[in-house]
């Protein structure tokens, strides 16, 4: 089972909506990241919080806003989405200290725009 | 410009076989994670390597990081269905560990 737990697992939304996708770690990670995957490629980093801190953003449109309400959560909402916007979208967690890359990903929540 | 460029990006087998897929790069990386994800799941850490001429085993799985650290490979012996899946490396560089420099990656299917 994953410790990195994703919801919703699936989402359609229109042009005018407004939603969020939630995600929740337990692993005491202290860094967590947005990635966005298109199918058959590799994910493609979006955003990273470092200690509840935005320390990078891909030059993600600000149709994307995300938060770190505290260091085990990451919320990516979503306004006014494309519908290139469709996708599978991934949470990551890492450690923040001696972290040699890795991530802890959770299942994703596959967003449809319509 | 793909930095880490991963090969075969297809591969279909047979149960029973041996396949091996490569990551390679003229990059140095301070360490290369594989991953295998399934369709419509997140992608799982398999290992990481960090030290060159590394070899990690994975029961049935072997990789190995290039001495020079700027190349790794996946070896399976004995692929089972349950190997499919999509094989994704990805290698971290030295005080950027955060952006990791992701491969194409492998669509690999085992037929029963």
Redesign the interface.
């Known amino acids: 089972d ?1 410790e ?1 737990t ?1 919801t919703p697992k699936h989402l359609v939304m229109g042009m005018t909506n407004k939603k969020s996708l939630k995600c929740e770690q337990h692993m005491g990670h202290r ?1 967590m ?1 947005w990635y966005k995957q298109k199918a ?4 493609e ?1 979006m955003f ?1 919080y ?1 200690y509840e801190k935005l ?2 953003n891909e030059s993600v449109p600000s149709r994307f806003s995300p938060e770190c309400p505290n260091s085990s959560l990451l919320n990516l909402h979503l306004h006014a989405l494309q519908p290139e916007d469709s996708a ?1 979208y ?1 949470c ?1 967690s ?1 450690q923040e200290t001696g ?10 929540s ?1 967003l449809t725009v319509l | 410009t793909q930095l880490l460029e991963q090969s075969p990006q297809f591969l279909s087998i047979q149960e029973g076989e041996n396949l091996t897929v490569y990551c390679n790069s003229s990059s140095v990386f301070s360490s290369l994670q594989w991953y295998r994800q399934e369709p419509g799941e997140g992608p799982v850490l398999l290992v990481t390597v960090v030290t060159g001429g590394e070899v990690k085993k994975l029961k049935r799985l072997t990789f190995q990081f290039g001495d020079a650290r700027k190349d790794s490979s996946l070896h399976i012996t004995a692929a089972q269905p349950g190997d499919t899946g999509l094989y994704l490396c990805a290698g971290a560089r030295a005080g950027n560990n955060r952006k990791l420099i992701w491969g194409l990656g492998t669509s690999l299917a085992v037929n029963p």
Not at chain 1, 40 to 43: E, G, I, L, T, Y
Not at chain 1, 101 to 108: M, N, Q, R, V
């Open positions: 994953t990195v994703q860094a990241y058959k490629k590799p994910p980093l990273v470092s320390s990078i599978l991934l990551a890492s972290n040699t890359g890795e991530l802890f990903f959770g299942e994703g596959r």
